[in-house]
């Protein structure tokens, strides 16, 4: 059974998913768990865990990667853990235990314990951990999909309660809808060089507000599969590439590209979405930008808007 009928099998994703996730592999390549990941539809602990069960192996664990000592590391070449993608983490007299992304594998078994002289104690581990860890230990550098990730595996950089209470107070002064987007627009823009600000109307996504781009006019159905109806949808915040899809096209016009790091929160009134927060670098640019503190500027908007709509019905 090959791996994306396992997941299903397991009551882990289902067929509609696993097609989105092949969709999106034809596009930027990588492994089927990858991109389940990029589309939040797995967790990498789920995913990895479940890597261990369908190779019948032990499963990497981030504490068994996280203090990997020299004498590890520097038992096999950069040459050949290049070549094989394969993070040495564990060394017993002459078995060295190793995460791999097939550890069942023989061809590539045979191999490895050809050329290092060790016996391969293969352990499971998830392509995007992998490649955390192998530029950690080895120098070897991400691609840009997964330095998009990074805020998937470390901690959110802490927020200023000074610069939070400010902004809570800017929004609870506002009278109308405008100053909301104008407040978000104004706080998103410091840290990224576009932004944009999406209402929610009949079943449709609208342009409304932005900076560093033209969003007037712009009109997407939640109806045909895009990164707007994914966050409809899952209703959670989406980070990864604007996949070049059919449904994907009038935005893509918008960004007159594809940008392969982008950042989509909902905005949501009593779990109804009205609003979205459209947030990136540039087509070809990384997007560093704190997550959790932008998640914090859409739920103080949220209540924002409620407290107008409050007042609105009390005056």
């Given at each position: 059974?090959n791996?994306?009928e396992?997941?299903?099998k397991?009551?882990?994703i289902?067929r ?11 596009v930027?390549?990588g492994k089927?768990g990858t991109n389940?990941?990029?589309l939040?539809i797995?967790?990498e602990?789920e ?14 664990t981030?504490?068994m ?6 004498e590890?590391?520097s ?13 040495p983490?564990k060394?017993v007299?002459?078995?060295l235990?190793?995460a791999m992304?097939?550890p069942?594998s023989?061809?590539?078994l045979d191999e ?6 060790f016996?391969i104690i293969?352990y499971a581990?998830t392509?995007?951990?992998?490649s955390l860890a192998?530029?950690?230990?080895y ?9 998009s ?6 901690p959110?950089?802490k ?8 902004l809570?107070?800017?929004?609870t002064?506002?009278?109308d809808t405008?100053e ?14 576009r932004v944009a600000v999406?209402?929610?109307?009949n ?7 932005a900076?560093g781009?033209?969003v007037?006019?712009?009109?997407s ?8 109806s994914?966050?409809l ?6 980070r ?5 899809i ?5 935005f ?5 590209g594809?940008?392969?790091?982008a ?5 949501s009134i009593?779990?109804?979405?009205v609003s979205?927060l ?12 704190d997550v ?9 908007a ?6 107008l ?7």
């Open positions: 059974m791996f994306g396992a997941l299903i397991e009551g882990l289902t509609q998913q696993l097609d989105l996730a092949l969709q999106r592999q034809v930027f390549g089927i389940l990941v990029e939040r797995l967790e602990d995913l990895t865990k479940f890597l261990g069960k369908y190779f019948r192996v032990p499963h990497i981030p504490e990667i996280d203090d990997i000592p020299e590890v590391i038992s096999i070449d950069k040459e050949i853990i290049e070549k094989y993608r394969i993070l983490f060394k007299r002459t078995r235990y190793a992304l097939d069942k023989l061809k590539e490895l314990r050809f050329l290092t002289g016996d293969p581990i392509e995007l951990r992998l192998l530029e950690k230990y120098g070897i550098k991400r691609s840009l999909r997964y330095i990730l990074t805020d998937r595996f470390s959110d950089t927020i200023e309660t000074v610069s939070l209470d400010k809570k107070a800017a929004f002064e506002v009278k405008e909301i987007a104008g407040i978000l627009l104004q706080e998103a823009y410091k840290i990224a060089a999406f209402i929610i109307r079943q449709k996504i609208m342009g409304w507000k900076r781009l033209n007037v006019g712009f009109e159905s939640d109806e045909e599969l895009s990164i707007f994914e966050v949808r899952s209703k959670n915040f989406y990864g590439p604007v996949l070049n059919k449904g994907n096209e009038p893509i016009k918008v960004l007159s594809t940008p392969q790091d950042l989509l929160i909902p905005i009593r779990e109804k979405i979205l459209y947030v990136d670098n540039g087509n070809k640019s990384v997007l560093n930008a959790n503190y932008l998640s914090k500027l859409t739920s103080m949220a209540l924002a808007f409620e407290i709509i409050l007042k609105k019905r009390n005056p």
